[in-house]
């Protein structure tokens, strides 16, 4: 469950061809290194591994075959220094089953004025040998990252450092399991979906569980495990009078704190990434789990409620995507407007589910009652999101596709205090506006579940959604209401066609 960026690699391909002999292969290979080292100097997030110059049909065969197959390599970065023919690609690249960056680089940055010779432009010709590449790559429709300009560049390892985030996030979840601890909300329509077109298309695996089968785990917590765990609360968070020890509810944070460690004892027996659950069936819990939620959301779990998996799948890839870096990523739903003239806003929040990791300030611990499911009443921690630039993400099932929705947002502190709101909350403007942003959301069929990501762009999502061969559609600055109309039925049209008998 943990996300470690150390286990994965990215491999780094130079194609070259035998024409230029021996001495200018083995300066291809120096420099090849040359820009692998550079590159990780810069900090990449992942590994970049360089692999033997290809000169074949058959080792670019054989290397796609053994990225293919090495658990560690999240994806491939090509470049070519020289001409290297595209049918000795064909081959390799039709078995190719890992993300695919292309490189368009130079090994020299500045033209040499005053020495440049035939052997120097034999040697350094990316600009038409990257050419040949990409028309074989768009011959046979791959599936792919184009990235342009010269490797010491920031915005140029930018580029590739954003990609290699997406290709981790995709690397997990061709081995995510989520586990579904009931049933979706009953009569919910966009929560529901075709379990097995997600695996064959985005890898997780989604499998159901009974409610009793997280009760037993809970069952089982000795109270000196959820007493110890009670004191770890105290420490972290500003926790609310009657929860402290010797509080009037201190019992009921003892039963938040067991529900915690038997739901993280359940996810780690059968090695989930994340889980959903449901309100509408808590047989066997007091409280719906809330504080227990939040933490395990905070320590990378992706989660989904009223049984919402593919928005459990989505947090964790957006969670592995946005590893290290400073924002968070929460679950998150479209609450509720302000529809005022002088500015409209929307009040995101869930029941109790949103992860601190995008909290402005330290948490507070509480426990108000919840007018729904009929439980007990449960504890949470509530806090504002950090103002700045974010992200909207949902992705829906449309029958024969995915479709992936993005929408920008600049998160703004409220100028009112909320003192009867009991949840985590983030106060936002979508982009271009409300009005446009929620209609290009409600056009597109997206959920009123999202997963909500501060440091994350689109750019990290259409990698992933590159990868992922998922439809995108982004709400942002651009959008106007007639164009997204008409991308809405070309994609229509576009995803019919491309998708045939498959
Ligand atoms: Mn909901």
Known sequence: MVIDYQQSDIWFLTGSQHLYGPQVLQQVEAN????????????????????????????????????????????????????????MWLAGLSLLRKPLAHLHTQFNRDIPWSTIDMDFMNLNQ?????????????????????????????????????????????????????????????????TEGDK???????????????????????SAVAPSEAE????????????????????????????????????????????????????????GLAQLPGLAVQRLMADGYGYGAEGDWKHAALVRAMKVMAHGLAGGVSFMEDYTYHFHPAGNQVLGAHMLEICPSIAAAPPSCEIHPLGIGGKADPVRLVFTARPGPALNVSVVDMGQRFRMVVNQLDVVASTEPLP???????????????????????????????????????EHLEDFAEMADLELV??????????????????????YLQRGLR
């Open 32 to 87: 090849a290194r040359q820009i692998v080292a550079g590159l990780t100097a810069a900090g990449l997030p992942l590994r970049l591994v360089v692999q033997p110059v290809l000169t074949t049909p058959d080792a670019i065969t054989e290397i796609c075959l053994a990225a293919n197959s090495d658990r560690r390599c999240a994806g491939v970065v090509t470049w070519m220094h020289t001409f290297s023919p595209g049918k």
């Open 126 to 190: 990316s600009a038409h040998g990257d050419r040949e590449f990409g028309y074989t790559c768009s011959r046979m429709r791959l599936n792919r990252k184009v990235i342009v300009g010269y490797w010491q560049e920031p915005a140029v390892q930018a580029q590739l450092s954003v990609w290699m985030r997406a290709a981790a996030a995709w690397q997990d979840a061709q081995h995510a399991r989520i586990a579904r601890i009931g049933d979706n909300m009953r009569e919910v329509a966009v």
């Open 196 to 218: 097995v077109e997600a695996q064959l298309r985005l890898g997780y695996r989604v499998n159901g569980y009974g409610i009793g089968d997280l009760v037993a785990h809970v």
């Open 228 to 283: 110890r765990l009670c004191r770890e609360y105290d420490q972290q968070y500003a926790m609310a009078a009657e929860l402290r020890p010797g509080g009037a509810r201190r019992d009921a944070l003892v039963e938040a704190a067991r529900i915690e460690l038997g739901l993280r004892a359940f996810l780690e027996a059968g090695g989930f990434v994340g889980f959903t659950d449901t309100f509408e069936d808590l047989h």
């Open 420 to 458: 009867k709101l009991p949840v985590a909350r983030a106060l936002w403007v979508p982009r271009p506006n409300l009005a446009t942003a929620a209609a290009a959301w409600i056009l597109a069929g997206g959920a009123h579940h999202t997963s909500f990501a501060q440091e994350l762009t689109v």
């Open 474 to 495: 982004v709400i942002n600055d651009n959008t106007t209401l007639a164009q997204f109309k008409r991308e809405l039925r070309w994609n229509d049209a576009y995803y």
